[in-house]
């Protein structure tokens, strides 16, 4: 179910815009509820949306060619989830799936980056909020990816 969202009490990437930029953020948001296990988008597929998390965890993973899906990062309250709706071509880099039941809120891709245009202060401030977001995801995945098939041993190499 979508319903219009009311202004929340900051937190996470909320927390971070200025009061009149989440206000007016907010104005496009949609309340959503996903259950457990679902599967919000996949890797390669159209980014025409994003979602900050209200409740619950989303587990971000990437497609390893003849291994399957690796888990790069789990989010949660308050957090980005999709930035790729940003940056042409618009296709997700990561794939996404509820960890249990998560609440969001939803927001149309075309219609924030029409607000980041009519509204460049709004705009610089969300896409610098965005571009640390992209830049926590790029590390986390770095990390699990050395986590996951980096050399066993640390320490320098004879």
Not at 27 to 49: C, K, M, N, Q, S
Not at 60 to 72: K, M, N, T
Request: aromatic share 6%.
């Amino acid at each position: 179910m979508t319903s219009r969202a009311t202004t929340p009490p900051a937190a996470g990437i909320l927390a971070a815009l200025p009061p009149e930029h989440r206000k007016r953020l907010m104005t496009l948001a949609h309340e959503v509820d996903y259950p457990g296990t679902t599967r919000l988008f996949e890797e390669g597929g159209t980014a025409d949306r994003f979602w900050i998390i209200r409740t619950g965890g989303v587990a971000l993973d990437v497609q390893i060619p003849g291994r399957g899906r690796a888990v790069v990062e789990t989010i949660g309250v308050g957090s980005l989830l999709g930035w790729s709706w940003l940056c042409p071509p618009r296709q997700w880099h990561l794939g996404a799936e509820t960890k249990d039941p998560v609440s969001a809120w939803e927001f149309d891709a075309a219609e924030v980056r029409e607000l980041c245009t009519t509204d460049p202060a709004f705009g610089l401030v969300l896409v610098t909020l965005v571009a640390e977001t992209i830049g926590d995801r790029l590390r986390a995945t770095r990390t699990r990816l050395l986590d996951l098939y980096g050399p066993q041993a640390s320490g320098p190499r004879p």
